[in-house]
């Protein structure tokens, strides 16, 4: 198993990319503390999960990631894999977006990533070994209508992780982004729900098809695993080839 005696936090573990890497990661060996947002019934989707315990925090508060990083250490040890999967998405032409909107965005996609990834280097710099997993998107390098606000905090995370990678190299730590692309998720269902928009993007992809859930998980597996041991600051596009055609 490819992470055998690992320990993984993984947020935005309710539903779709978290819920996937979760069930992937356990299975494949590591301890695995999944995270999301109260009310998201958490505790139900991994219930009976061998390996898996849950917690519910908003991942933004101040004290979120501490609070995390303790919760993980008391159900099974010092944690060494972190996949910061959380995220929240909001499309408005640029001179319709409030400040609330901004800051929504901002405060999930990349303030709680932060304060998670501080929670959480301090124990893997003391083991020697650690691997930082974001989820940034393709709309980080290619833009879209509509996306100025999402674009600015995904873009954010790949300056992050690019930052970080530097910084922690020394210590045995890799920190890696993964950029997905089209991805059928609870939080894309209402748009390819519709025939023809999901008909639109799947033209848009080299492999004519929406990625899933377990596409984004498994290249977060490799990213966390000792495969990849040499591999830092790197972005991993995994979108059907969307941005080759753009």
């Known amino acids: 198993m490819r992470l055998e005696g690992k320990i993984a936090i993984i947020t935005g573990a309710a539903s779709g990319m978290g819920e996937a890497a979760t069930g992937l990661f356990a299975r494949e060996g590591a301890k695995v503390l999944a995270v999301d947002r109260p009310g998201t019934n958490l505790a139900q989707k991994h219930a009976g999960v061998d390996g898996v315990a849950t917690f519910e925090q908003d991942i933004a508060i101040e004290d979120a ?21 959380a995220g929240v998405s909001g499309s408005q032409r640029i001179e319709d977006i409030s400040i609330a909107e901004w800051d929504r965005i901002f405060s999930v996609n990349i303030r709680g990533m932060m304060l998670l990834t501080q929670a ?113 600051g790197h972005g991993l596009v995994i979108d059907g080839g969307q941005t080759l055609r753009m």
């Open 120 to 232: 959480v280097v301090p124990g893997m710099r003391e083991q020697g070994w650690g691997r930082i997993v974001n989820v940034s998107s393709v709309a980080a390098i290619r833009p879209d209508f509509g996306l100025s606000t999402y674009a600015a905090a995904k873009a954010a995370v790949l300056g992050f992780t690019n930052t970080i990678a530097l910084e922690l190299g020394k210590f045995g730590i890799t920190a890696n982004a993964i950029l997905p692309g089209p991805i059928y998720t609870g939080m894309t269902r209402n748009n390819f729900d519709n025939d023809y928009i999901k008909n639109v993007w799947e033209r848009k992809t080299a492999m004519r098809r929406l990625g899933q859930p377990i596409d984004i998980a498994n290249g977060a597996l490799f990213l966390a695993s000792d495969e990849a041991s040499y591999i830092t």
């Open 65 to 85: 990631g501490t609070k995390i990083v303790a919760k993980a250490t008391s159900e099974f040890g010092v944690p060494n894999i972190l996949f910061n999967n």
